[in-house]
């Protein structure tokens, strides 16, 4: 009788931190989905391909930005969402000296203004 106790309050348990696994990872996808916003709505870093995960309320964002301030700046929107206890910056700043991800996503007149100085060079 005590092993057949055991074994209850055992898969009670792994169902209750199930359970929590879950809420969690609900509550996951919601600061993600908040901290997208939030960088979408900023014109300066809504061109850029900037993923964010989170596990466990902490987010990490991964990407490439042209600037240390755009950088910073999608930093300092992520810690302002609710619910964000830490965040890992892992973006990289392009640093080739051509327009990045931005022209590819839609900013052509940068890119043609670049294309029009290289053709009246030539």
Excluded: C
């Amino acid at each position: 009788m005590s092993t057949s106790r055991n074994l209850t309050v055992l898969m009670l348990a792994a169902v209750m931190a199930g359970g929590a696994y879950a809420k969690a990872d609900g509550e996951d996808a919601k600061i993600s989905a908040e901290v997208q916003k939030r960088i979408d709505e900023r014109p300066s870093l809504r061109f850029y391909n900037i993923s964010v995960r989170t596990f466990d309320h902490v987010v990490y964002l991964e990407g490439l930005v042209d600037t240390n301030f755009d950088r910073s700046q999608t930093e300092a929107i992520t810690r302002t969402v609710p619910g964000v206890t830490k965040v890992y910056d892992k973006l990289s700043l392009n640093g080739n000296g051509w327009p990045s991800t931005r022209a590819l996503n839609g900013q052509a007149s940068s890119t043609r203004a670049v294309e029009g100085q290289a053709s009246a060079v030539d």
